[in-house]
């Protein structure tokens, strides 16, 4: 299929809208109470979340940055049902999970075409993100309810029924939308956008129980609309996105020019006491929506949607002394998504979306330089093209190809990374 080139232009941004398909729901407040215990180092906000303001916010912008577009490095699209959204590949990289906003689509990598699509597993449910987790024998998916479906990755690949092992579920949870397990497998998070809090559970007993019971520990209450969620390498900090602040400033709410936040979490103090395991909060720009981390777990980086912007902040700082943590600030195209590190962590690609149809603007790849980034140089490498509504990302195992879920256009996207600047 042919792919459009792709220019990229300064545009108008309508901040409104969850990161769901649709648009965002009010906020529940969270039936789980902060505690009054604390775990040593860990700071517990009080109900009205605490927001540490970062020395040079990244304000929301209508802005785009201009960058030339970058035709090396192979891309292609190939259609698939339904509304692609998270996106994961398997350890062997032979084999990739997309939720196609319903069932989750089983598709096979390595062959001449390209990925082919071999199967689906239905959930009941809308499957939205996704997480292996560490031994690569389930699969989890968000499914827009109270938690997520956990699906055995063998019996999907060999096409046996039933796929589906069971849900996650958290009692009065609304609006799951990502789903994230630590290297050691223990637990399992979901962020729950409509009701601004994140579901914990304890994954290995509810495994182990053949998901009779969930084993819910309870909530996370974070800002407004939490989405984005990512791990340290070690597993010992989760790193949260909420579009906008519990309390912004100024009376503003989201869609109205608010901040919103990144949160650090204690994950070990979220296995014994979700409520009080929050570390720190800072603002990240408008709507920040995704969060990574370094290999070597010191940047976290976020996309902030409504800032047009791609920001990293010292992973030590947040922990530390968080309104001196944002390290640098990236104007990317609009309204970015999906992030995903490559080439060894010296490239990061980035998702520009355009999800709200900004006059003259169009969907595509940003690709930026870590080292030029965090050295405050100009860090805008280019623009790769992509379909419409570019969402989320997956790198394969050696790191050579990199796999795009293009939401609106119902495509999944293969960029081979070899011929990268």
């Known amino acids: 299929m042919k792919v459009l080139a792709v220019v990229l232009t300064a545009t108008a941004i309508v901040l409104a809208a969850g990161c769901s398909a649709g648009p965002a729901p009010q906020v529940a407040p969270s039936s789980h109470g902060p505690s009054s215990a604390a775990a040593p180092g860990v700071t517990s906000p009080p109900a009205a979340l605490r927001v540490t303001r970062t020395h040079a916010p990244t304000g929301c912008t209508t802005a785009t940055a201009h960058g030339r577009a970058l035709g090396a490095a192979g891309t292609s699209l190939e259609s698939v049902p339904g509304s692609p959204f998270g996106v994961v590949v398997t350890a062997d990289g032979r084999w990739s999970f997309v939720a196609l906003a319903g069932p989750v689509g089983v598709i096979r990598l390595g062959g001449s075409a390209g990925p082919a699509l071999v199967g689906q597993v239905a959930t009941g449910q809308t499957a939205l993100g996704e997480a292996l987790t560490p031994d690569g024998r389930y699969l989890l998916a968000a499914d827009n309810g109270s938690g997520a479906s956990v699906i055995s990755v063998s019996r999907a690949e060999n096409g046996q029924a039933p796929a589906l092992v069971g849900q996650l579920n958290s009692p009065g949870g609304s609006g799951a939308i990502e789903v994230a397990v630590p290297p050691d497998g223990r637990l399992a998070f ?200 570019p969402r989320e990302m997956a790198l394969t195992p050696d790191g050579r190809e990199l796999l795009v879920s293009n939401y609106s256009s119902s495509q999944l996207e293969s960029v081979d990374l070899a011929g990268l600047p």
């Open 190 to 389: 979901v962020s729950l956008e409509d009701s601004g809090t994140i579901a914990v559970y304890n994954l290995r007993q509810a495994l182990a129980s053949n998901l009779r019971s969930s084993y819910f520990l309870g909530t996370i209450k974070v800002g407004l609309a939490p989405v984005g969620l990512a791990f340290s390498p070690d597993g010992r900090w989760l790193y949260a996105t909420s579009e906008a602040a519990a309390v912004p400033s100024g009376g503003a709410t989201p869609g109205e020019g608010a901040q919103g936040t990144l949160t650090v979490i204690s994950v070990s103090r979220a296995a014994t006491d979700p409520a009080a395991s929050v570390v720190s909060t800072v603002t990240a720009g408008c709507s920040p929506v995704r969060v990574v981390t370094s290999a070597d777990g010191s940047v976290v980086w976020v996309t902030a949607r409504g800032s047009d912007s791609l920001l990293a902040f010292s992973a030590a700082l947040l922990r530390t002394d968080p309104a001196r943590s944002l390290l640098a600030s990236v104007r990317v195209g609009e309204a970015p998504v999906g992030l995903a590190l490559v080439d060894g962590g010296k490239r990061i690609v980035v998702a520009d979306s355009d999800r709200f149809g900004a006059p003259g603007a169009v969907s595509g790849l940003a690709v930026v330089s870590v080292p030029a980034a965090l050295a405050g140089r100009p860090a805008l490498l280019g623009y790769l093209p992509a379909g419409g509504f």
